[in-house]
């Protein structure tokens, strides 16, 4: 008889762990709180769907995962996903090494899950909570999971419940958190991350929002935690762009526990000193009777200008002829160290991930939980989380394929 196995949650974890342990000949059964399967999935990527990343490190994930991660990626990498994905008839494309389904369509991705597993003759439940997995006494199957409308007797279950990160609409609830508790399981401290920051209002943010490329570091006092460079956004009320949510996984937890967060952006990061140097003076040689923001505007973004005089208190009318020389260089140094107080970060909803969650000191190898035999976890709902850029999806499809094929054995 085919092993009876369940698979809690119908994100991209339990859809990719179902297909394994259905392919491998089990009888499967999805139980899903949402009414629909990969309602997170469907918004990745800005609708386009980062399925992985051909540039594949261990290192791209938290400290605490690392190890762990060295060993599933040798098993389950990103050439491994292009190939699980090949074979529900999706085409990826590499941008630079992010792959993406060539469709440009993140419902691509979800549609040929949810076809295979129909495919495969997977049983999907939705709209049921699952609340508990418990030992079976005096019954034939080990486990039986509880769901706010029924109970079902299982071989093996396989959590795949997601985290707190994401929309409503994604039911991100951190329900999994609750379930593996009860079974014993430890629990690291979560936080949102690959998101972006709110900032003191200090009168200085600009009123429109502001996209630029730029250096930014942050600092915890004098001490620097992480500098990251891409495409910056300041807004009225904070910072975020891609810089600002791979530098957020290592600053969230000061930033919660309301330690004095700084960021200081460079907009001139790829001058060397010497090419900077020559840049100011080239610039002194246009001083004329131009006021202030009109001599800034043939150096910089003018929403970063009229920061940079409110940061340093001028006024944009000022006569450059009126600004003694190494005031004008002091100006146009400040475009190399812009200061932000960090606040809070913009949450949960806002996030893309979460760091934290179920401990990996309580996983096997195969992603069974170590004391129960046949009870597996994956996906976001353990403490694994990576840079942005296909990195979490690839822990979805490497510990659903791994702890689908151990389930079904
Ligand atoms: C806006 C956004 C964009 C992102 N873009 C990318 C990207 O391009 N590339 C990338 O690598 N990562 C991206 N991520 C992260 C990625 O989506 C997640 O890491 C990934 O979806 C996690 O998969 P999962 O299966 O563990 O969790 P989820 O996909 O969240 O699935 C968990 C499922 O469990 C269900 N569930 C929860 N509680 C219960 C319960 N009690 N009973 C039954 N079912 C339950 C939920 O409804 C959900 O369907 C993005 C995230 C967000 C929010």
Redesign the pocket.
């Known amino acids: 008889m085919s092993k009876k196995v369940y698979v809690?949650?119908?994100?991209?974890?339990?859809m990719c762990a179902a297909i394994y342990a259905a392919r491998n000949g089990a009888d499967v059964t999805i139980?899903?709180?949402?009414t629909i399967?990969?309602?997170?999935?469907s918004?990745?990527?800005?609708g386009?769907?980062?399925?992985?990343n051909l540039d594949m490190r261990p290192e791209y994930y938290n400290k605490a995962a690392v190890g762990r991660m060295r060993n599933w990626l040798s098993l389950y990498g990103p050439e491994e996903t292009i190939k699980f994905f090949k074979s529900l008839g999706v085409i990826v494309k590499s941008e630079e090494g992010y792959i993406y389904p060539i469709s440009g369509q993140a419902s691509t991705v979800v549609n040929a899950l949810i076809n295979e597993l129909k495919r495969l003759g997977v049983t999907v439940i939705t709209q049921?909570?699952?609340?508990a997995v418990k030992k079976a006494e005096n019954d034939e199957s080990p486990y039986i999971l509880v769901?706010n409308k029924n109970k079902y007797n299982a071989d093996a279950v396989i959590l795949?419940?997601?985290?707190l990160?994401?929309?409503k609409s994604?039911?991100?609830?951190g329900?999994?958190y609750y379930?593996c508790k009860q079974l014993g399981m430890d629990f690291k401290d979560t936080y949102p991350a690959?998101v972006g920051f709110k900032c003191e209002d200090d009168g200085t943010m600009p009123d429109a929002g502001v996209r630029a490329a730029a250096e930014i570091s942050f600092y915890l006092g004098e001490e620097l935690i992480t500098s990251e460079c891409g495409e910056l956004q300041i807004s009225k009320d904070g910072i975020s762009g891609i810089p600002v949510m791979q530098a957020s996984r290592e600053i969230i937890k000061f930033v919660t526990e309301k330690k004095p967060v700084v960021a200081s952006v460079d907009f001139f990061h790829d001058y060397d000193e010497g090419d900077f140097e020559a840049l100011k003076l080239d610039m002194l040689k246009l001083r004329d009777n131009r006021t202030l923001e009109e001599f800034l505007l043939g150096f910089a973004n003018s929403n970063i200008n009229s920061i940079v005089l409110k940061k340093m208190k001028l006024s944009p009318t000022m006569r450059m002829k009126n600004i003694a020389e190494s005031m004008v260089l002091c100006i146009l140094d400040r475009y190399r160290d812009i200061r932000f107080n960090l606040t809070d970060s913009y949450g949960f909803i806002q996030?893309?991930?979460t760091t934290g969650g179920m401990s990996l000191g309580d996983i096997g190898d195969d992603m069974s939980v170590v004391g129960m035999p046949g009870v597996y976890c994956?996906?976001?709902?353990l403490d694994v989380d990576?840079r942005?850029?296909?990195?979490?999806?690839?822990?979805?499809w490497t510990s659903?394929s791994i702890a689908g094929t151990s389930a079904s054995i």
Request: glycine share 22%.
């Open positions: 809690a949650g119908g994100g991209a974890a339990g139980i899903e709180k949402n399967l990969g309602k997170k999935l918004v990745t990527g800005n386009r769907c980062n399925l992985t049921s909570q699952v609340k769901t795949a419940l997601g985290s990160s994401g929309a994604t039911m991100s609830t329900d999994g379930i690959l996030s893309q991930v994956a996906g976001e709902l990576g942005c850029g296909g990195y979490n999806l690839q822990f979805a659903g």
